[in-house]
């Protein structure tokens, strides 16, 4: 994989390698945290997950970003509706195995919005699954924006891999194992630091989901939330919301 940095509504997170589930890597044992993190989301109900669907949202300072997506794991098929870059309302379906016979638009933007929502989602699985990432538990430590402190994780990047080389995220963990608050630091040129709160937790099946992120993008105030969550488990028909 190559190392341009993408650009998405507020370049918000950074990710590495393709949605796969994989074995956790020889290299790192990952501290326990990580898989209290993980299975506290519904990691060990993945696989009954036949489709996400999802609205990412963004409301900042100078921007307002509405995106829906519904991703079928199983295939790695995906379905966008929203705009293209002139402002145009499109919907394309695509599969990511298949994404060098896309159009750029779908290579150069879409897939990456894809990929940086979905890392907002469900990113504790991601980390399990991003098997490249060195993942470190410090302790206690005080919480970024809210009273109080909570288990801090640091997740790290390679220098030379993902879209953006460096990245680090500091995850900061209840006793419950669900995210509190977050601090996302880009490692590319660019410095790019985003702090948002984990909260408007819901149930979508057997996923949990946090659906209200608040907090800074450089220094402005910046709000991502989520909405019109589901998913469809294998072998049913039946959308069940988040509730």
Sequence with gaps: MTNPRFKTALCLLSI??????????????????????????????F????????????????????????????????TYEGKDKSGKPVKVAYLRSQLGSQPAGV?????????????????????????????????MQKL?????????????????????????????????GRIEEMAYRAGGPAKHVVTATWAGYKKAGPLLVSLEHRGTNNGQPAHVFFSNVAVKLAGSNTWMGAQ
């Design 144 to 176: 970024p924006l809210g009273q109080g402190s909570a288990e801090k994780v640091v997740v790290k990047y390679p220098s030379d891999g993902g879209y953006s080389s460096g990245d680090s995220w500091e995850l900061y963990v209840g006793s419950d």
């Design 107 to 139: 290579k150069e933007d879409i897939d990456p919005g894809f990929l940086n929502d979905n890392y907002w989602l469900i990113l504790p699985f991601h980390i399990v699954w991003d098997t490249d990432a060195i993942v470190e538990d410090t302790g």
């Design 47 to 78: 696989g009954q997950i036949e489709a996400i669907r999802y609205t990412f949202n963004v409301q900042s300072p100078g921007r307002d970003l509405s995106r829906s997506w519904t991703w079928e794991p199983k295939t790695d098929q995906v």
């Design 16 to 45: 590495s390698g393709a949605l796969i589930l994989a074995a956790p890597s020889a290299a790192q044992q990952r501290p326990p945290i990580v898989e209290k993190l993980a299975k506290a989301y519904g990691i060990e109900s």
